[in-house]
């Protein structure tokens, strides 16, 4: 077996081809720490928190529920949030059809089957942080008062 030996300019590009996949190396291991601190990359904390999230807003609507009596059906509360998402997802916010929607629940049960048929949709938001995201102040403080005179205990 005769081992061949390698020219020079061979050599060079072994050597070019080593230090370019170092410097890439780099480079990913690099980002990957710089797209963490700007909150560009998952990370296991957000992991943690979309699960801390979720665990609250289970309790939330088991509080919700289990104090008053819901005055219509999961079905037809879960249609409701269905009409929520497209009002507060589409490019401009339907906020009067959101609020229209919003003011149709009465009591805390309501409030709790909306906000679990809502789920988690757009950007894992949930239905309050999509209304306090979406809507502005005015809607969101007279949906506040209205839930008052009902003696609803949520507020958004």
Do not use: C, H
């Not at 300019?9 to 410097?23: D, Q, W």
């Not at 699960?51 to 104090?67: I, N, P, R």
């Not at 929607?101 to 009465?106: E, M, T």
């Not at 949906?143 to 003696?151: G, M």
């Amino acid at each position: 077996m005769k081992i061949e030996k390698l020219s020079e300019n061979e050599i060079k590009t072994f050597l070019y081809i080593v230090v370019a996949v170092l410097v890439v190396v780099f480079l990913v291991k690099a980002g990957k720490g710089i797209l963490e601190k700007l909150g560009l990359k998952d990370t296991k904390d957000e992991e943690e928190q979309k699960k801390k999230q979720q665990q609250y807003q289970k309790q939330l609507v088991k509080d919700l529920t289990s104090k008053t009596k819901p005055t219509r059906t999961a079905a037809q509360w879960a249609s409701v949030a269905n009409v929520l998402d497209n009002a507060l997802n589409s490019l401009v916010s339907d906020e009067s059809t959101a609020f229209e929607q919003l003011a149709r629940i009465l009591t805390d049960a309501d409030m709790g089957l909306v906000i679990e048929a809502y789920g988690t949709r757009d950007k894992g938001m949930t239905l309050p942080e999509r209304v306090r995201d979406e809507m502005n102040m005015g809607y969101i403080d007279e949906l506040n008062r209205l839930y008052a005179k009902s003696k609803m205990r949520f507020k958004f």
